[in-house]
């Protein structure tokens, strides 16, 4: 039993585990303002499904829509594969 307490105090602090913490905001609806600690992360090392909001993820040089939506969380990926900014829109 021991175990299974320790296994699900990780699970719960797992990236991307979304345990009803609205990530959400009047100055950031898509909740970028709150991961900004991502940056520098791989985006396949976070579980954006977890989140609640409508995500894209935008490699380097990727073409992107121009429809503005400020309850959508964007996510540029560098070179090296790694989180380089976080915006809504």
């Known amino acids: 039993m021991g175990l299974v307490m320790v296994f699900t ?5 797992a990236p991307g585990a ?3 913490f609205d ?4 100055e ?3 909740g970028a303002k709150r991961l900004q600690h991502l940056i520098g992360v791989r985006p ?3 579980v954006f499904e977890t989140l609640g909001v ?3 993820i935008l490699p380097p040089g990727s ?4 429809d503005h939506n400020p309850k959508r969380l964007n996510v540029s990926v560098d070179d090296a ?4 900014r976080l915006w809504c829109g």
């Open 9 to 13: 105090a990780l699970t719960a602090c």
């Open 18 to 20: 979304n345990d009803g």
């Open 23 to 26: 990530i959400t905001s009047p």
């Open 28 to 30: 950031s609806p898509c």
């Open 44 to 46: 396949d090392d976070f």
């Open 54 to 56: 409508p995500f894209r």
């Open 63 to 66: 073409a992107m829509t121009m």
């Open 81 to 84: 594969n790694r989180i380089s």
